[in-house]
């Protein structure tokens, strides 16, 4: 079948390399995708919120089925543009619709939805512009540290970790008086601060029946040991060693399963990735937050454990079988080292010349932010720029590959973090 992923991450590489190796895709395309997609699929440039162009590209080049990367496009309603167009609706997709992707979009949404379905979360209350000064005095009433989230989708920057009261109204104040993040925070939530360690759990559903993909845990801030600015991801690990059977369990129960429930009782037919951020409050798990899609750099270690064919499993979730399908894991560990240009996450340079060296044995190369310039060269296109999966039996080895090829790669102001995973070494000692 043809099929198109969209987006242009390393999630989308990753997707594609996965979807390549099956001999039921026949033609693959990704679009706008980077140059690491353009060497095992067609790049096509459109950007993923161009619903027509899409819907167009679908339809010239016979596409079957549509992978969805990125959240913005779900959140807008590329699904639903889907289904209102005659020559369209046919079209196989993985994504929620609006009214699903609504479990990343709006953070008020999916507080309130957890709070009916009883899934265990951080207590929070949600303010506007006009109950400013509400939100200001219950600010009073928590303690500290408090979060603060901005509503909507603030490209990953909308939560605030305030360590003082002035700092959190400070914080309250910028968002809803002076719209620090535009509609995005419009409305804002303050939340209970959670204390543990995070980790995300992938389910993939078809709307009735799911799997859950391998876990993962990424390094957000950029610095090593966890110092510094928060970023889209410096790096993951899969599986997660504090993750065990006994917590999953949990994890299943109280938050999988209640989830999928409340969406069928809201009338919601979600097909596709749900992320579930986690925080494991002493072996309890606690949601952070939902995204409607998968995690980069997560995907970049979950994909490679997985060893059913992706097409027939991307296929099962669009036509509600996923109960046909059975999901095979390998138990080796993966790890994930994102190489970033210099100045990220702040404002960085895009352009400089790269050189890729050949994947070594048990590692894998993906690309994030990545072009093929008029030159026909590959030049740096983003702040994540590359990504190093390293797969091995032990965490330590895969640590390791995930490593030395990222040392391998060259382009100027490369920075990747050296301690992806080595914070979970002490899990397995004993
Ligand atoms: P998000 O944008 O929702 O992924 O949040 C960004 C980060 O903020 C999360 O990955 C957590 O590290 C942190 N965070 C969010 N909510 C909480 C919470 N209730 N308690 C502690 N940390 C949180
Ligand atoms: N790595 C975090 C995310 O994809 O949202």
Not at 117 to 122: D, F, K, L, S, T
Not at 123 to 144: I, N, P, R, V
Not at 165 to 170: E, L, P, Q, W, Y
Not at 401 to 428: H, P, T, V
């Amino acid at each position: 079948m043809n099929i198109l992923i969209l987006g242009s991450g390393g999630r989308e590489h990753t997707f594609a390399w996965k979807i390549a190796q099956s001999k039921n895709c026949t033609n693959l395309f990704v679009a706008p995708g980077n140059a690491g997609t353009a060497q095992i699929a067609t790049n096509l440039p459109i950007g993923v919120n161009d619903f027509e162009a899409i819907g167009n590209a679908v339809k010239e080049n016979k596409i079957e089925m549509v992978i969805v990367g990125p959240e913005e496009p779900l959140v807008r309603g590329v699904v639903d543009y889907f289904r209102k167009d005659k020559a369209l609706k046919k079209i196989k997709i993985v994504g929620p619709d609006a009214s699903g992707a609504r479990l990343e979009g709006s953070k008020d949404f999916s507080k309130g939805f957890m709070q009916k379905y009883n899934i265990p979360a951080g207590a929070s209350q949600t303010f506007t512009k006009d109950t400013l000064q509400e939100g200001l005095a219950y600010l009073e009433t928590q303690s500290l540290p408090i979060v603060l989230k901005a509503d909507g989708l603030a490209a990953g920057k909308g939560v605030i970790i305030a360590e003082s009261m002035a700092d959190a109204k400070t914080a309250l104040h910028e968002m809803l008086a002076e719209a620090k993040f535009g509609d995005a925070s419009s409305k804002v939530l303050i939340e209970q601060y959670l204390s543990g360690i995070e980790l995300s759990v992938f389910v993939l559903t078809d709307g009735k029946n799911y799997k859950i993909l391998p876990e993962a845990k990424d390094y957000k801030r950029i610095g090593v040991n966890d110092k510094g600015l928060n970023t889209g991801g410096m790096g993951a690990v899969s599986p997660v060693p504090f993750a065990d059977a006994e917590f999953l369990g949990k994890v299943e129960e109280r938050v999988v399963k209640p989830t999928l429930e409340g969406l069928q009782a809201e009338g919601i037919k979600y097909v596709g990735f749900i992320f579930v951020g986690l925080m494991n409050v002493d072996g309890e798990p606690y949601v952070i937050e939902y995204n409607a899609r998968m995690g980069d750099p997560e995907t970049e270690v979950v994909l490679p454990r997985i060893k059913t064919d992706m097409v027939k499993l991307m296929k099962a979730t669009a036509d509600g079988k996923l109960d046909k399908i059975k999901l095979t894991v390998n138990p080796k560990a993966a790890i994930a080292t994102v190489s970033v240009a210099k100045g990220y996450p702040e404002d960085y340079r895009k352009g400089d010349v790269m050189t890729i060296p050949e994947a070594e044995k048990d590692t894998i190369i993906f690309h994030a932010g990545t072009k093929i310039a008029t030159d026909g060269s590959v030049q740096t296109n983003g702040g994540r720029v590359i990504v190093t999966t390293g797969m091995a039996r032990t965490l330590n080895s895969a640590r390791k590959k995930s490593q030395a090829m990222a040392k391998k790669i060259i382009f100027d102001g490369k920075y990747f973090r050296n301690d992806i995973g080595k914070d979970l070494l002490k899990y397995l000692e004993s």
